[in-house]
């Protein structure tokens, strides 16, 4: 799956808004990056339609830093 | 088709702030097609503008975010009613044509994403088949 870490990263500062070469990919979006819950799922809803798969709700808690959203996308993407 | 009283069941809205009138379609979690009757008697054609009545896009949205929640409530009944709060995330909407007393407004609306906690939808309104605003948008329901 070449590019997903930076197709990722990409698409999560653009909903954050932040430069994607600032988002450290351990940092955790709610207490370090200022995300909050609609962003959450934005950012889900937008890895589901770039990649055209469909991420259950239940994964939804998973997504809070950039390396674990990157986990749950590839957990999908085949 | 849902009447107003129907509409009222499920939405928290009421007078002078329901920009809702009747529910055309529901597809439960799929689509909603709702109207909204445009008169010259709305109050806020007073003032938007003397003279040269314009709906502002502002409730156009309001009317989208309305139907929204008929599409929410539709989706699962069990984690909506209109006792919850709803609350709007993001708006992204274009306005492609002005909407005018007398007009019908035809709102479409469909999901991107939808779950317990909120949603994120496509939003199309119209008016005798040509568009007059459409976008997306994102709400939490609390």
New interface residues.
């Given amino acids: 799956m070449p590019g997903v870490e930076e197709d990722i990263r990409n698409l999560v500062a653009t909903i954050i808004e932040k430069d994607p070469n600032e988002i450290n990919p351990d940092a955790n979006f709610f207490k370090d990056l200022g995300v ?4 959450a ?2 950012i ?2 937008a890895i ?2 770039k990649y055209k798969i469909s991420i259950p ?1 239940e994964k ?1 808690a998973q997504l809070t830093t950039l390396n674990q959203t990157i986990a749950v996308a590839k957990e999908f993407i085949k | 088709m849902l009447n107003i009283e129907e509409i009222q069941n499920i939405l928290p809205q009421r007078y002078p702030f329901l920009m809702i009138d009747r529910i055309l379609e529901l597809e439960e979690g799929k689509k909603v097609v709702a109207v909204k009757n445009v008169s010259i008697n709305e109050d806020f054609f007073g003032g938007h503008f003397p003279g040269n009545p314009v709906m502002p896009g502002a409730l156009i949205i309001e009317a989208m975010a309305q139907a929204s929640i008929a599409l929410f409530y539709s989706a699962d009944k069990a984690v909506s009613d209109n006792k919850k709060l709803y609350l709007l995330g993001t708006v992204k909407v274009r306005f492609l044509n002005p909407v005018f007393p007398g007009d019908q407004l035809k709102i479409t609306i469909e999901p991107v994403k939808i779950i317990s906690t909120g949603a994120i939808v496509n939003a199309l309104a119209e008016v005798n088949s040509k568009e007059v605003a459409r976008g997306e948008l994102s709400f939490s329901v609390k």
């Fill in positions: 909050d819950s609609m962003m799922l934005e889900l809803a589901e339609k709700e939804l």
